[in-house]
C-alpha cells in the first residue's frame, strides 16, 4: 500500500522560509516521478515543482529562484525548500508520486503567508 505523509507547514511571514517533507511508503521515490502540487480555494490545483524519473527538475515560473525540490533516496522522503515566501504562496501542498501510470497523493499540508 502507498502513503505519502506530508510536514512542515504552518504559518509564516513574508519573506520567510519553510521546509515541506513528504515521507513515502510502498513506493521508491527515487525512481519515480515526483511533485509538488498547491491549491487554493477557488483555483485548480497547480504543480510547484517536479522532478522526473530522470533526475531532472521542473519549477512553476511562480517559484522559480524561490523553491527548491529535493529527494532523499535512503530515507524516501522528498523536500520542498521554500524561501523568500510571498503571501500569494498561501495554499495547501500536496506531495505526489507516479508509478506505472498511478498517481499517489498525500493528505496535504496547509501553508499560510502573512504579510
Known amino acids: 500500500q502507498v502513503r505519502l505523509v506530508e510536514s512542515g507547514g504552518g504559518l509564516v511571514q513574508a519573506g520567510g522560509s519553510l521546509r515541506l517533507s513528504c515521507a513515502a511508503s510502498?513506493?521508491?521515490?527515487?525512481?519515480?516521478?515526483v511533485g509538488w502540487y498547491r491549491r487554493t480555494p477557488g483555483k485548480q490545483r497547480e504543480l510547484v515543482a517536479g522532478?522526473?524519473?530522470?533526475?531532472?527538475?521542473n519549477y512553476a515560473d511562480s517559484v522559480k529562484g524561490r523553491f527548491t525540490i529535493s529527494r532523499d533516496n535512503a530515507g524516501n522522503t522528498m523536500y520542498l525548500q521554500m524561501n523568500s515566501l510571498k503571501p500569494e504562496d498561501t495554499a495547501v501542498y500536496y506531495c505526489?508520486?507516479?508509478?506505472?501510470?498511478?498517481?499517489?497523493w498525500g493528505q496535504g499540508t496547509q501553508v499560510t503567508v502573512s504579510s
Open positions: 510502498g513506493i521508491m521515490l527515487s525512481i519515480n516521478a
Open positions: 522532478i522526473s524519473s530522470s533526475g531532472s527538475t
Open positions: 505526489t508520486a507516479k508509478r506505472r501510470q498511478q498517481d499517489y
